[in-house]
């Protein structure tokens, strides 16, 4: 279990660098050949074409990336999620992890079976 916000970092990097080189970009699910940023997906809400944005990809999970993320507390786990897909440059570090970490689950306490 992860005892600090470090450890969490060190975790997060690590299976970043494993998992999700690049920029996610969203594709419509009518014409995939229209793709943007995850800003652009969200302010747009629809594609041009009436689609829904979706993952250009999904990425692999390899089983150490998985044993790593057993460690996480939710809201953590839900920010190393939410991080492959939507890149750093989009939203810091320090600013998702106030949206996902502190603003939406920081009232909430989470209890790990052990």
């Known amino acids: 279990f992860i005892q600090t916000e470090e450890d969490h970092l060190e975790i997060r990097c690590l299976a970043l660098s494993l998992i999700h080189p690049r920029i996610m970009k969203y594709c419509s699910t009518r014409?995939?050949?229209?793709?943007?940023?995850?800003?652009?997906?969200?302010?747009?809400g629809y594609a041009p074409d009436g689609g829904l944005f979706v993952p250009e990809t999904l990425p692999r999970i390899s089983p150490y990336i998985l044993k790593l993320w057993s460690r996480l507390d939710f809201p953590h786990l839900a920010l190393s999620v939410l991080r492959l897909f939507i890149s750093a440059e989009e939203i810091p570090d320090k600013d998702l992890y106030e949206i996902v970490c502190k603003k939406a689950f920081g009232a909430i306490e989470f209890f790990q079976d052990e």
């Open 31 to 44: 014409n995939a050949s229209i793709q943007v940023s995850f800003e652009q997906a969200i302010c747009m």
